[in-house]
């Protein structure tokens, strides 16, 4: 194996590691200084921080489905997902730099919610964002790795058909 490989294999498994540990350290510190369902107001009314466990998926979908098709849904197809991705960034030799980078994140977001339910059996999320005509559910750092990645890729895909990257 190249040394480039070895750094590119390096590389990625940074990225998803401190995706996934930035979220396990928040979601921790929540846990052990939030009181249930007590929230912490961080700047006035705008972002708040509740400490609410989602044993749904984003914005608590799913919530109610019977605990087999909860599991199947919300912790084995991630799980399965996030391993054909994994292998996925690993072995694909021409994925650009910020397209991987995406990839990564969404792969480490999805680690860290995926921990939680299966230690847990559900996701602690936390963070609250309400500026008027722009509001946000309760959501976590794996979320927000998730969704920035989403858009990496969209932005990646965006400028490679524009020739631009």
């Known amino acids: 194996m190249t040394t480039n490989r070895w750094v590119k294999i390096l590389s990625i498994f940074l990225v998803i590691i401190i995706n996934v540990g930035c979220d396990q350290v928040s979601k921790k510190m929540v846990r052990q200084s939030i009181a249930p369902n007590a929230t912490i107001y961080v700047l006035h009314d705008y972002v708040t921080v509740t400490n609410v466990e989602n044993t749904g998926a984003f914005l608590s979908l799913g919530e109610s489905l019977p605990k087999t098709i909860k599991n ?8 399965i ?6 292998f996925y960034v690993v072995n694909k030799q021409s994925l650009p730099n910020l397209m991987l980078a995406g990839f990564c994140f969404v792969i480490g977001g999805g680690i860290g919610n995926v921990f939680d339910r299966l230690v847990y059996g559900s996701v602690t999320d936390f963070l609250h964002i309400n500026f008027g005509i722009f509001q946000t559910g309760i959501f976590n750092l794996a979320d927000l790795s998730i969704i920035t990645g989403v858009l ?14």
């Open 81 to 86: 997902a996030i391993t054909l991705g994994l």
């Open 152 to 165: 990496i890729i969209l932005l990646q895909s965006i400028l490679k058909r524009r020739n631009l990257s």
């Open 72 to 79: 199947i849904l919300l912790s084995l197809l991630p799980f």
